[in-house]
């Protein structure tokens, strides 16, 4: 009982914390914050009541009665600040917000604002009041690639800024027109999405980019790392997880799927490595898995072979390159002791308990004086949002009890050799810390969005159909409305200036969009030649089956029909073709 108190107050303080930097990245003023109407001035899981339903863990632990009074969240925020404000605490965020509430004007008669779509609102405020003080104030931006969310930045702010004069830059001297036909696809499926469609405020301005840089440019869907001692390669991950996967592997300690169950009749589970998500970050892949490391001499951890690759880790600073992997290291270290311990005992045929141990509290701050299971820990991290230890759990529940072993590979292989950038054969960068940047051959990873299309929900928006004269739902790309997914996506593939080679998936899905548009042929060639109707209800499934489209299984006559009027006619008349499939436009070879 004791120990859920204790975890009950740390979540109610995780809570206040959230909402004290909810106002700091704001451009409300404190009036606006501490007045009960403002919408929004709650953090939102705080006030959806899981927490504080009545009868749940915090009326348990002495919140008692606090669903109905969720607002003394930001009304306590609202004297935390006026407390910290009073003592002078400095912060990044807090002096950003003083600065805001003060309106400070920024020395000089000119400001460039770079990068703006990742700004907070309370900084987006405060650099476009500057114009009071007679500054000409320019905003340079791409609502298509804000990618800082998780730190208060919308790309719905730019919209709303109310510009004299708003110019667009959609030339592109970095690749040449097919790297653009695939960032225009992405863009494409951004837009067939509910980040635009159904939109109250539009969070961008739908656009398509031209690529005026290398002719000869060209897409694939093979991987390209492998070839690296032909030409230098990037591989850019959304997690640094997956890049030290790809290192480990290309080092020669690779993982083999294997079938959980050998009577189960199907065929190896490929080796895509899951991506780490949000609601289930250290999931692990669908069958067990063991590694393979016959090709690696331990003798190469004091020098480097010509069969192996040189790495260079891009990034500076303590939160990427050389800086983010030297605090991870330490801490899967320390945490794969709490994994292999809390891996239960098997005593006399029988499993015992999962073993708890008290982490270092000068380490982990959040679990001071705390004796926890990986169970445990893991809970902790997901109620608490301490995404700074999702790279390590994503990275022992991959490698298992084999982790130290690709630590130790990727430490002596990869961190401790330290090859400049002009040196190395391979280059690993994370989404974000490859922003701004560019390079000749990019390998874009598996562990970003999965683009698909799913059966029509009540969210989506009404049309209506001129083929059936019917209203009905329009189809949409599968997103989140309010996530960055596909603008990360997008930056990925567009730091390529020769060859972009992209997750496997993406070719399967326009190969899909081909067999579609062939199959609307055939079936409108048999219908017109027997002088049939189409059926409401009638199904595709054998001779008129759609074989191999993958995002909606046997759909309906009238289903497919949505799939090709809403996503694969638009898409083929924007690319403007007629009489040929899309693969050959999209992919080389």
């Not at 805001?100 to 476009?128: F, H, N």
């Not at 069958?287 to 500076?316: A, M, Q, T, W």
């Not at 991290?381 to 630590?407: K, P, Q, S, W």
């Not at 993406?506 to 199959?519: P, V």
Request: aromatic letters at 10%; glycine letters at 6%; hydrophobic letters at 35%.
């Amino acid at each position: 009982v004791a120990k859920m108190k204790k975890n009950a107050k740390t979540q109610v303080c995780f809570f206040l914390m959230k909402n004290l930097s909810l106002f700091a990245r704001s451009d409300w003023s404190l009036k606006k914050f501490r007045d009960p109407q403002t919408f929004g001035r709650i953090y939102f899981p705080a006030s959806s009541k899981k927490f504080h339903k009545p009868g749940g863990i915090g009326d348990k632990c002495g919140f008692v009665g606090y669903h109905t009074r969720t607002d003394w969240y930001a009304n306590t925020a609202a004297a935390l600040w006026q407390m910290l404000d009073d003592k002078q605490i400095r912060t990044f965020d807090l002096e950003m917000k003083r600065a805001q509430l003060l309106g400070l004007q920024v020395p000089g008669t000119c400001i460039l604002v770079d990068e703006s779509q990742d700004c907070d609102a309370c900084q987006i405020s405060w650099l476009a009041m500057q114009t009071e003080f007679g500054s000409q104030v320019y905003f340079v931006g791409d609502s298509a690639q804000t990618i800082y969310s998780f730190r208060g930045a919308k790309s719905s702010l730019l919209m709303k800024l109310n510009a004299s004069r708003s110019c667009t830059l959609t030339k592109s001297w970095r690749f040449g027109p097919a790297i653009a036909r695939m960032a225009n696809f992405v863009l494409f499926a951004k837009e067939k999405s509910p980040q635009t469609i159904g939109k109250i405020t539009p969070i961008w301005d739908p656009y398509r980019v031209e690529g005026n840089g290398n002719p000869d440019d060209m897409v694939t869907a093979r991987p390209i790392a492998q070839n690296w001692n032909h030409q230098k390669v990037t591989i850019i991950a959304r997690s640094n997880t997956t890049l030290l996967l790809e290192a480990v592997k290309l080092l020669g300690f690779s993982r083999i799927v294997e079938q959980s169950s050998q009577e189960s009749g199907e065929g190896t589970e490929d080796s895509n490595y899951d991506t780490l998500k949000r609601e289930n970050y250290c999931s692990l892949i669908y069958s067990e898995v063991r590694y393979s490391d016959h090709h690696y001499d331990k003798n190469l951890s004091h020098h480097h072979s010509d069969h192996f690759p040189k790495f260079h880790i891009n990034g500076k600073g303590r939160n990427s390159g050389h800086g983010k992997w030297n605090s991870v290291l330490k801490e899967i270290e320390l945490l794969y002791e709490l994994y292999e311990l809390s891996q239960p005992e098997e005593s006399d045929g029988e499993t015992g308990p999962a073993r708890a141990i008290r982490l270092d509290p000068k380490i982990f701050r959040e679990f001071d004086g705390e004796t926890v299971t990986w169970d445990m820990f893991q809970q902790r991290v997901r109620n608490l949002e301490l995404n700074h230890y999702l790279a390590t759990i994503g990275l022992i529940e991959n490698f298992g009890r084999d982790t130290m072993r690709a630590m130790e590979l990727f430490k002596s292989m990869v961190l401790d050799q330290k090859y400049k950038a002009e040196e190395a054969d391979i280059i690993l960068t994370t989404a974000h810390t490859a922003k701004g940047q560019e390079w000749d051959n990019v390998q874009v990873c598996d562990d970003f969005i999965e683009l698909k299309i799913n059966p029509p929900d009540k969210r989506c928006s009404d049309i209506h159909c001129q083929r059936t004269r019917k209203s009905r739902k329009l189809l949409q790309f599968t997103t989140k409305s309010y996530e960055d997914d596909v603008n990360l996506l997008y930056v990925a593939c567009t730091r390529s200036k020769n060859v972009l080679s992209v997750p496997p998936y993406l070719k399967s899905l326009i190969t899909d969009f081909d067999k579609m548009w062939r199959w609307t042929i055939q079936f409108e060639e048999r219908v017109q030649m027997d002088n049939k109707v189409v059926r409401k209800g009638g199904s595709t499934d054998g001779q008129d089956g759609i074989p191999g489209f993958s995002e909606i299984s046997n759909p309906d006559v009238e289903t497919a029909y949505q799939i090709h009027d809403d996503i694969v006619h638009a898409l083929r008349r924007e690319m403007g073709v007629e009489k040929t499939a899309l693969i050959p436009i999209f992919f080389h070879g």
